[in-house]
């Protein structure tokens, strides 16, 4: 099977995705059972236009760059809307951010084209370098995110007690240790996922969960799909 045919071979999914438009103008929720490596198929009571440039945004903090191909009526005054995602080289895809070093983002490559980022809203990623304290605990969970991490050993990176640490990372960072450290994993999953050919599981404790079930708990949560269901999207087969 080629390259071409493979990045549009579509797996069904079953979804509800948040999608706006790039100029702010349109949002709509849309559901979907249809996706691929190079787009995907969505159903909604308020279409875009075609050449619309949307956010798909699926979970928690998953989001797609895409522009909208076609547009047809169904029954019942519902709407189906198709979209490419985009290409994070060539593209531009002006105010929607996805070159960020700190976000999920990968350069296209010949088998697939797809541009996408992992949000973690109210996140002050400038207290990292303002504060030593939190510079030392990023620059320790950078290099050892793959082990078990608690927060007390955080703490003690920070030279914080552990209560004060707690308190002081959500006031200046904008999150919880906990989100943040989980937020940073399963960015590490989708990488993995995305590049290489490892299992499921390798990736589950490869990037430091300590239970598959946790890891496909927090997957879920952060983009609506299954760590499966993500790595037919990104690595088609």
Same mark, same amino acid.
């Given at each position: 099977?080629?390259?071409?045919?493979?990045?549009?071979?579509?797996?069904? &999914?079953?979804?509800?995705?948040?999608?706006?438009?790039?100029?702010?103008?349109?949002?709509?929720?849309?559901?979907?059972?249809?996706?691929?490596?190079?787009?995907?198929?969505?159903?909604?009571?308020?279409?875009?236009?075609?050449?619309?440039?949307?956010? &798909?945004?699926?979970?928690?903090?998953?989001?797609?760059?895409?522009?909208?191909?076609?547009?047809?009526?169904?029954?019942?005054?519902?709407?189906?809307?198709?979209?490419?995602?985009?290409?994070?080289?060539?593209?531009?895809?002006?105010?929607?951010?996805?070159?960020?070093?700190?976000?999920?983002?990968?350069?296209?490559?010949?088998?697939?084209?797809?541009?996408?980022?992992?949000?973690?809203?109210?996140?002050?990623?400038?207290?990292?370098?303002?504060?030593?304290?939190?510079?030392?605990?990023?620059?320790?969970?950078?290099?050892?995110?793959?082990?078990?991490?608690?927060?007390?050993?955080?703490?003690?990176?920070?030279?914080?007690?552990?209560?004060?640490?707690?308190?002081?990372?959500?006031?200046?960072?904008?999150?919880?240790?906990?989100?943040?450290?989980?937020?940073?994993? &399963?960015?590490?999953?989708?990488?993995?996922?995305?590049?290489?050919?490892?299992?499921?599981?390798?990736?589950?404790?490869?990037?430091?969960?300590?239970?598959?079930?946790?890891?496909?708990?927090?997957?879920?949560?952060?983009?609506?799909?299954?760590?499966?269901?993500?790595?037919?999207?990104?690595?088609?087969?």
């Amino acid at each position: 099977m080629g390259d071409e045919r493979r990045k549009n071979q579509r797996h069904k &999914v079953s979804l509800q995705a948040d999608i706006v438009s790039k100029e702010g103008s349109y949002r709509s929720k849309a559901s979907s059972k249809d996706l691929s490596g190079g787009g995907g198929y969505f159903i909604t009571e308020q279409p875009p236009a075609v050449g619309d440039q949307l956010e &798909v945004r699926l979970g928690s903090g998953l989001v797609f760059a895409a522009r909208v191909t076609r547009v047809s009526k169904l029954f019942d005054g519902k709407h189906g809307f198709a979209v490419q995602f985009l290409d994070p080289v060539s593209t531009d895809t002006g105010d929607i951010n996805f070159t960020s070093d700190e976000h999920v983002h990968h350069e296209a490559n010949e088998n697939k084209k797809l541009a996408y980022q992992l949000e973690l809203r109210d996140l002050n990623r400038e207290a990292f370098s303002y504060y030593r304290p939190l510079g030392r605990v990023q620059e320790f969970v950078d290099e050892h995110y793959s082990e078990e991490i608690s927060l007390e050993k955080a703490a003690g990176h920070a030279a914080m007690e552990k209560t004060y640490f707690s308190f002081f990372f959500r006031k200046k960072v904008g999150v919880t240790f906990s989100s943040w450290l989980q937020y940073l994993r &399963v960015a590490k999953a989708m990488s993995m996922m995305e590049s290489m050919d490892y299992s499921i599981t390798e990736v589950a404790f490869a990037v430091g969960f300590q239970e598959l079930s946790t890891f496909q708990k927090a997957f879920k949560k952060w983009t609506h799909l299954t760590p499966r269901e993500f790595k037919k999207l990104a690595r088609p087969a």
